[in-house]
């Protein structure tokens, strides 16, 4: 009877597994840029400026994509918002399997500690172990940005917490914010879910399009 439960639990395992899809095929994305002519950049894993301390694998050109199903419903938060006096800042999009991959392998580094001022309060290996950090992202399959909103005139937006903090702070909905951070947040948010994305409720700043067209697909093309 173990014998048979053991075989039907990797076999469950397996199923999981192959369930989904690495793929190069790069035909059905497009920069943000092409769409949304008056977005920001600022992209973190292009340049050391993020929790590993380094460029990460894969990001070739500080440049962000995205599925063209996304990009349209992108494109709409971004016009809801300009028209309430904003523009979009954008720091990540799809994110190659490479990356991701680079993310764990410096966790797994014992001798790496990375730029501690984004887990301040947490042990590097918590990051994986909390779910912090997955072994496959949502921005891999092309549909996630992170990003927040910035003035028409590149005029800071006071968010409460910056992008990649990894603490209750980044949360939507922290206790501690000031009246006019919450508002701030929920500008943003309100934009996105009337675009259609769904939020992430451990980062403000992560939105993923609720009918995303690649929902068992990974990429792994490179940022160039």
């Not at 501690?176 to 701030?184: A, V």
Request: with cysteine; charged share 25%.
């Amino acid at each position: 009877m173990k014998k048979r439960l053991l075989f039907l639990f990797f076999c469950v395992c397996a199923t999981c597994v192959w369930a989904d899809t690495l793929s190069t095929d790069s035909s059905d994305f497009a920069p943000i840029s092409t769409v949304i002519d008056d977005a920001a950049y600022d992209i973190r894993y292009y340049s050391p400026n993020n929790f590993t301390g380094h460029k990460i694998d894969g990001y070739k050109a500080p440049r962000a994509y995205m599925t063209k199903k996304a990009l349209a419903a992108l494109a709409n938060a971004a016009q809801d918002l300009r028209a309430q006096g904003y523009r979009l800042l954008i720091w990540d999009a799809y994110r190659p399997q490479k990356a991701v991959d680079d993310f764990v392998a410096w966790i797994n580094d014992p001798n790496n500690p990375g730029d501690k001022n984004f887990y301040p309060t947490l042990e590097k290996s918590d990051l994986l172990a909390g779910d912090y950090i997955m072994a496959k992202s949502g921005h891999s399959r092309g549909s996630t940005v992170d990003l927040t909103i910035i003035k028409k005139d590149g005029g800071f937006v006071d968010m409460g917490g910056t992008f990649d903090l990894f603490s209750p702070i980044s949360h939507p909905d922290y206790k501690k914010l000031t009246r006019q951070q919450k508002k701030n947040r929920n500008i943003l948010r309100n934009a996105m879910l009337k675009a259609g994305f769904k939020p992430l409720e451990s980062e403000w700043w992560h939105f993923t399009l609720k009918d995303e067209p690649y929902p068992d697909t990974y990429f792994n093309f490179e940022v160039e």
